[in-house]
């Protein structure tokens, strides 16, 4: 089964964010290509397919929303975040908006929280 079409197949009504991962944040982009070259995100998929299935998976249930995740573990580069990239990214493949992933939890300030430990162990915050 491609991953293209997994969208499509999802049944689980309680699914309603999907993250389009990772695209760095000094990603480079020409809007209208549909290109994943330079972006970070490495798809097998062609753009236009997976343009497509996000799509299907938005008509088949329209309270999901999808997101293009930019950082993770492995991108760094934040001095020379490319927004405009981004934000052509997310247009050219009518997301609904990006989220930010820094992966900092070394630098969080007293009393802050980091939210994926909690989810991993709950009782060591």
């Known amino acids: 089964m491609s991953g293209c079409c997994i969208f499509g197949r999802w049944r689980a009504a309680y699914v309603n964010v999907v993250m389009l991962s990772f695209a760095r944040p000094d990603c480079i982009y020409t809007k209208g290509s549909l290109s994943f070259s330079g972006t970070g995100l490495e798809f097998t998929a062609a753009?236009?397919?997976?343009?497509?299935?996000?799509?299907?998976?938005?008509?088949?249930?329209?309270?999901?929303?999808?997101?293009?995740?930019?950082?993770?573990?492995?991108?760094?580069?934040?001095?020379?975040?490319?927004?405009?990239?981004?934000?052509?990214?997310?247009?050219?493949?009518?997301?609904?908006?990006?989220?930010?992933?820094?992966?900092?939890?070394?630098?969080?300030?007293?009393?802050?929280?980091?939210?994926?430990?909690?989810l991993i162990d709950p009782w060591s915050c």
């Open 47 to 118: 753009g236009s397919t997976v343009r497509a299935a996000v799509a299907r998976l938005k008509a088949a249930h329209s309270n999901t929303r999808v997101l293009l995740a930019v950082g993770g573990g492995t991108y760094k580069n934040w001095q020379a975040m490319n927004g405009r990239c981004l934000q052509d990214i997310v247009d050219d493949f009518r997301l609904d908006g990006e989220a930010s992933e820094t992966s900092r939890s070394c630098c969080l300030n007293p009393g802050e929280v980091d939210l994926r430990q909690l």
